[in-house]
């Protein structure tokens, strides 16, 4: 990490970007933030309008449009750019186009001399972090995607809800890829420090394994539900961004469930990128944490890790 002064560079000033740069600027996530887009225009008008901002604001955040040669001493490099789904165009064809935008991205990264922390948000994330980490040849551990982060903040706010408790309370977390197969392993879900097994086994008449999974499912649905209301999605992953960048920035060893590269864990499966809780230090995935999964919920996970070798083997990296 740079000494004293905490530098971003953020590739893809587009929805997601920006509401990462603008909730940035809100919370002075750093001194200097770098904004890259193969339109430079876009990214110099974006530049200009938040700058404008800075003068309400108590942040002296330097915000700036560059090039690749700005993450030389940058800590982190977000990754927020990417292509639109166009209709009629499978999630495979979005991926290899997403992964050729990716490797007009991450070597010259590399080759600026980039030490830092990359931090992928584009979707699918958990295929577009591990091709970031084939293409740029970091350690794994400078290489994570914002993972089910979101998702897991989704339901700690629905679990708040439900059993009327503050969230922050909440131990419960989404695992698995980032779309589809995603779950929530009940069996690791904790009120304070009561298994949320045992609430329920208390409390039958208040509380059901029904209305959890019902839950559950509400946090999967919730991007295609914003999606069909309004477009896309974009303020909550940039709060997400910006949390998960304070914990590297801060060095702060929070756990967060990002996506990350499984190293033989869950019986052996490796390579993959998947979101798993994961102490996250200013040298980025600190120590993952392998949970004491049922075999229902492990099965959940096979299921989870094959969809996504599924789709990376079919990449002509
Ligand atoms: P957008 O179209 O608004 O922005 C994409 C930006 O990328 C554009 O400004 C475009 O010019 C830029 N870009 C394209 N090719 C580039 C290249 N080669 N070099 C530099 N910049 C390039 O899209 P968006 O709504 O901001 O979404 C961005 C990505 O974030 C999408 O893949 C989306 O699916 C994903 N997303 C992820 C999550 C999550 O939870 N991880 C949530 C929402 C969206």
């Not at 350690?139 to 897991?152: E, P, R």
């Not at 559950?216 to 303020?235: C, D, F, M, P």
């Not at 920035?249 to 979101?275: C, M, P």
């Not at 996250?280 to 120590?287: D, E, L, P």
């Amino acid at each position: 990490m740079a000494e004293n002064k905490r530098k971003i560079v953020l590739v893809g000033t587009g929805m997601v970007g920006m509401s990462f740069a603008y909730a940035a600027l809100n919370q002075s996530l750093c001194d200097e933030l770098v904004l890259i887009d193969i339109d430079e225009r876009r990214a110099r008008g974006e530049a200009m309008d938040l700058n404008h901002g800075l003068a309400f604001l108590n942040s002296r955040m330097e915000v700036s449009v560059g090039g690749y040669s700005e993450c030389s001493d940058a800590d982190i490099v977000v990754i927020c750019a990417g292509v639109n789904q166009k209709p009629g165009e499978s999630r495979l064809e979005l991926l290899q186009r997403n992964t050729k935008v990716f490797a007009s991205i991450v070597p010259q990264v590399v080759r600026s001399g980039f030490d830092g922390v990359f931090l992928v948000a584009t979707n699918p994330v958990d295929i577009m972090t591990r091709v970031t980490y084939e293409l740029s040849g970091f350690n794994a551990a400078k290489v994570i995607g914002t993972g089910t982060t979101l998702d897991t903040a989704r339901l700690r706010y629905l679990l708040g809800e439900y059993f009327e408790v503050d969230p922050r309370n909440i131990h419960a977390y989404v695992i698995g890829e980032h779309g589809d197969s995603e779950f929530v392993p009940w069996s690791q879900a904790i009120l304070a420090v009561k298994p949320i097994d045992d609430v329920l086994a208390d409390n039958p008449a208040s509380y059901s394994m029904e209305e959890l999974d019902r839950i559950s499912l509400e946090v999967r649905n919730a991007a295609q539900e914003i999606i069909s209301a309004k477009g896309a999605t974009y303020y909550g992953i940039g709060v997400a961004i910006v949390r998960i960048a304070k914990a590297l920035l801060s060095d702060e060893n929070s756990v967060l469930t990002v996506s990350v590269r499984l190293r033989g864990e869950y019986g052996g499966k490796k390579d993959v990128f998947i979101g798993n809780p994961c102490i996250i230090s200013s040298g980025g995935a600190k120590r993952l944490l392998e949970l004491k999964l049922t075999e229902e919920e492990l099965e959940k996970l096979n299921k989870s890790c094959e969809v996504l070798n599924q789709n990376f083997r079919s990449l002509a990296l």
